[in-house]
């Protein structure tokens, strides 16, 4: 089973930067997929990215795309968010996620197998 232990989070003020780590237990292989996505109070979970393992294609949200990049290191097992310019509205828990299998559209939280704890993310205007 893969546990994921993200870390990264914090407060940082509007324009500003964050980078947040997800850390895998196990080899990449049991895993096809590497997501983030984040959940803001009263609202439902929302996908934000995705990288494959396996030739590093990467998937975003509209609203994330051109701040947002996310990356991987699998000698490290570890996927990354980079996040730039952030908003107000990009206040949220953030989630790392491991999907099993390959999806054409990986953007549902039903789509993946794993999930990590957390990590809270504000952004101050």
């Known amino acids: 089973q893969v546990q994921l232990v993200e870390s990264g989070g914090g407060l940082v003020q509007a324009g500003g930067s964050l980078r947040l780590s997800c850390a895998a237990s196990?080899?990449?292989?049991?895993?096809?997929?590497m997501g983030w996505f984040r959940q803001a109070p009263g609202k439902e979970r929302e996908f934000v990215a995705t990288?494959?393992?396996?030739?590093?294609?990467?998937y975003y949200a509209d609203s994330v795309k051109g701040r947002f990049t996310i990356s991987r290191d699998s000698a490290k097992n570890t996927v990354y968010l980079q996040m730039n310019s952030l908003k107000p509205e990009d206040t949220a828990v953030y989630y790392c996620?491991?999907?099993?299998?390959?999806?054409?559209?990986?953007?549902?939280?039903?789509?993946?197998?794993?999930w990590g704890q957390g990590t809270q993310v504000t952004v101050s205007s």
């Open positions: 996620a491991a999907a099993s299998v390959y999806y054409s559209e990986p953007y549902y939280p039903g789509q993946y197998d794993y």
């Open positions: 990288i494959t393992w396996s030739g590093g294609r990467t």
């Open positions: 196990e080899r990449t292989f049991s895993s096809y997929a």
